[in-house]
């Protein structure tokens, strides 16, 4: 079982930059893939980045290429989301998962999530 509490959103003018902390708690999370996943009103959670547990490989949706960055601290059993150069159409609550197995983009593949985290960029 892992718990998972994400932090870090808010409402930020369109270029500007947030980051994302997901903290997790229960089991061992340096063993777990983590991923981070994003949902708007009457729309299905669609994917953001994910990354590996040891943090080596990290996949990413084309929306969000080269603007955010995923990385992970187990020491810490943080999974973090750097944004920049935010857009409105990033505008959405982002949630934290987690997963024993390999990385995949796939939301219902993943089994612990957290309460979610709302991002709000204005133009």
């Known amino acids: 079982q892992v718990q998972l509490v994400e932090s870090g959103g808010g409402l930020v003018q369109a270029g500007g930059s947030l980051r994302l902390s997901c903290a997790a708690s229960?089991?061992?999370?340096?063993?777990?893939?983590t991923g981070w996943f994003r949902q708007t009103p009457g729309k299905e959670r669609e994917f953001v980045a994910t990354i590996s547990s040891g943090g080596g490989t990290t996949t990413y949706a084309d929306s969000v290429q080269g603007r955010f960055t995923i990385s992970r601290d187990n020491a810490k059993s943080t999974v973090y989301l750097q944004m920049n150069n935010l857009m409105p159409e990033d505008t959405a609550v982002y949630y934290c998962a987690a997963r024993f197995g390999t990385t995949t983009v796939t939301p219902t593949l993943y089994n612990y999530w957290g309460q979610g985290t709302q991002v709000t960029v204005s133009s």
């Open positions: 229960g089991q061992t999370f340096r063993n777990y893939v």
